[in-house]
Each structure stands twice: as C-alpha cells, then as structure tokens.
T-cell receptor, first 111, second 114 residues
Framework: DADVTQTPRNRITKTGKRIMLECSQT?????MYWYRQDPGLGLRLIYY???????NKGEISDGYSVSRQAQAKFSLSLESAIPNQTALYFC??????????FGQGTRLTVV | AQTVTQSQPEMSVQEAETVTLSCTYD???????LFWYKQPPSRQMILVIR??????QNATENRFSVNFQKAAKSFSLKISDSQLGDTAMYFC???????????FGTGTRLKVLA
C-alpha cells in the first residue's frame, strides 16, 4: 500500500468551479505538504502543515486553501478554478528526520 | 531564502555509461538535508538518495552516488552503468531544518540511449 494516497488521479474542471483534491497518509507523519509542478518550474510549495492546528502558506498560496482534517488527511481546494491552475499537484508527508513521501499526483486541467 | 539550482535542463547518456547531474543550493542553515528524486513517466516521485549536511561522507546507493561539497554548496548526482530505466526527470531538493520545507530545483530531464 502506498504511504500517501491522492484522489483523484486526473480531473478536468471548468473555469470558476470549486474543486477539492484529497490526500491521506498511513504512516503517521506529522508534516504534510501540497506542491504544484509545472514544466520548467519544478515543484513549488503551495501550503504545508505540521499538525492539525498548524497551517502555513508556501510560495504560491494565492487562489488555494487547505484543510488538515486529521493528522492523516490534508486537502487542497481551489475556490474558483482558473486555467493557469492547470498543473500536476502533489501531496507529500514526512517527519523531521525523513525524506518526503509523495502521493501519485493529481493531473488537474482547468478549461 | 533558500534556493536550489539545476543548470542542466536536459541530458543524455549512452546505456552503460556514467553521467553526472549538477545541483547547487543556497541556505544560511548549518543543518539541512539534501535529496535527489527521480520522476519517471509514471510521474511518481521516487527518492534516489539523501545526504545529511553534517555527514562528510558522500552517500551511495548502488549505482547512484553523490559528490557533496558543503563549502561550495554543491550536490551532484553520479549515475554509473546507466540503464534504460534511469530515463526520467531528476529533481534536487533541500530540506530546511528550521521550517522543514522542501525546496526543489527545476529538474534535469535525463534520457538514456540504447
């Protein structure tokens, strides 16, 4: 079983729609992250969380919100999707002395 | 602010040959971690190798090894005996020991030629 699971794997949505990407992890990692991957830009941090009461903005948080519903669950929302939010989104989890463990990614297309 | 720079957008290597991917970084922290991740066409992010900054010895994992130069803030990845399955995007990443954020480079696309 994967340590980190993202749903959905792929999604096409229309401009202006609200969409939620979900992430869950099974290894009890306290830190969770949402990244966005665009060609030529690498992975950029959207939000990160150290526990359910600790949410922090990353470098590109505008247009996104997150919720840490439990230690194991960290969801990303686009309140009103726009075409330049078309990207590959990754959730990751980890602890202070470990590497980041990534989900399978969600390919989001906003039309 | 911490940064990670990968200056080689694309590289190619013949099967069985050796290739080195470059990475430089900047941080004011003394304790941090460095990583190389592989992203094959399946898009899964796979850890290749990790290095703790306080360790002077370069990390090695089978055919993969790093050249960690702390003073120069350089962290290159050497792949020996390249295989077709090594074809992928490779990302260098820095973990800040203060905030525990992972900062990624822009990636190097490696193609192994038969």
């Amino acid at each position: 079983d994967a340590d980190v699971t993202q749903t959905p794997r792929n999604r096409i949505t229309k401009t202006g729609k609200r969409i939620m990407l979900e992430c869950s992890q099974t290894k009890g990692h306290d830190r969770m992250y949402w990244y966005r991957q665009d060609p030529g830009l690498g992975l950029r941090l959207i939000y990160y969380s150290f526990d359910v009461k600790d949410i922090n903005k990353g470098e590109i948080s505008d247009g996104y919100s997150v919720s840490r519903q439990a230690q194991a669950k960290f969801s990303l929302s686009l309140e009103s999707a726009i075409p330049n939010q078309t990207a590959l989104y990754f959730c990751a989890a980890g602890n202070p002395n470990t590497e980041a463990f990534f989900g399978q990614g969600t390919r989001l297309t906003v039309v | 602010a911490q940064t990670v720079t990968q200056s080689q957008p694309e590289m190619s290597v013949q099967e069985a040959e050796t290739v080195t991917l470059s990475c430089t970084y900047d941080t004011s922290e003394n304790n941090y971690y460095l990583f190389w991740y592989k992203q094959p066409p399946s898009r899964q992010m796979i850890l290749v190798i990790r290095q703790e900054a306080y360790k002077q010895q370069n990390a090695t994992e089978n055919r993969f090894s790093v050249n960690f130069q702390k003073a120069a803030k350089s962290f290159s990845l050497k792949i020996s005996d390249s295989q077709l399955g090594d074809t992928a995007m490779y990302f260098c990443a820095l973990k800040d020991s203060g905030t525990y954020k992972y900062i990624f480079g822009t990636g190097t696309r490696l193609k192994v030629l038969a």
